[in-house]
């Protein structure tokens, strides 16, 4: 052992613990048992945000990539056809379809949330994944492609153990 590190040891052991005094352990329960105000949440489901708008709007963007896809084969398929006009489209309904090419699951990162308590006063660690889903068709005939990725989060509750 280090003799800096004998001579602090030696010190401490010079001093003889004591009680803490009534009123300040009275004080820590309090601050304990005493709903939070404005501090921190005092459930779970307060402190995790939820984003119901982000996900229609990710579902509404792909509807939108995927209409756009259409439109464009449709495009692509009239300037291909010079002779095609709107009664031929009727007769032969485009029944393109697009093929998918590759779906892939990205890790982008961890986010530590910190330390909070529950609504039954359980102290939680929270770990946020940020992932990132990309997803990618074509079509086979005109050689269309739609590619969409979409943000993803996962948040994980990890109790802290106290004892």
Same mark, same amino acid.
């Given at each position: ?6 001579? #602090? ?6 001093f003889?613990?004591v ?19 404005? &501090?921190?949440?005092?459930? @779970? /489901?307060d402190?995790?945000?939820? #984003?119901?708008?982000? &996900?229609?709007? *990710?579902? $509404?963007?792909?509807?939108?990539i995927? /209409?756009?896809?259409?439109?464009? *084969? ?9 002779? /095609?006009?709107?009664? %031929?489209?009727?007769e032969?309904? *485009? %029944? ?6 590759? $779906?892939?699951n @990205? +890790? ?9 308590? %529950?609504?039954?006063?359980?102290p ?6 940020? +992932?990132?889903?990309? +997803? ?8 269309? @492609?739609?590619?969409m %990725?979409?943000?993803?989060?996962r ?5 802290? &153990?106290?004892?």
């Amino acid at each position: 052992m280090n003799p800096e590190d004998e001579h #602090f040891e030696s010190k401490l052991r010079e001093f003889t613990p004591v009680e803490m005094p009534q009123a300040l352990q009275s004080r820590i329960l309090e601050i304990f048992d005493a709903p939070e105000t404005g &501090r921190q949440p005092e459930n @779970v /489901a307060d402190k995790v945000t939820a #984003f119901p708008i982000l &996900r229609s709007l *990710a579902i $509404a963007a792909a509807v939108l990539i995927a /209409a756009t896809g259409v439109f464009f *084969a449709v495009l692509n398929n009239l300037s291909t056809n010079p002779g /095609a006009g709107p009664g %031929t489209m009727a007769e032969n309904p *485009a %029944t393109e379809s697009f093929v998918p090419l590759r $779906a892939e699951n @990205v +890790f982008e990162g961890v986010d530590d949330e910190g330390l909070f308590l %529950t609504g039954g006063k359980i102290p939680v660690h929270g770990v946020r994944y940020r +992932f990132s889903d990309s +997803f990618h068709w074509q079509n086979p005939k005109d050689g269309s @492609v739609i590619k969409m %990725t979409v943000p993803s989060e996962r948040l994980y509750l990890i109790p802290v &153990r106290t004892d």
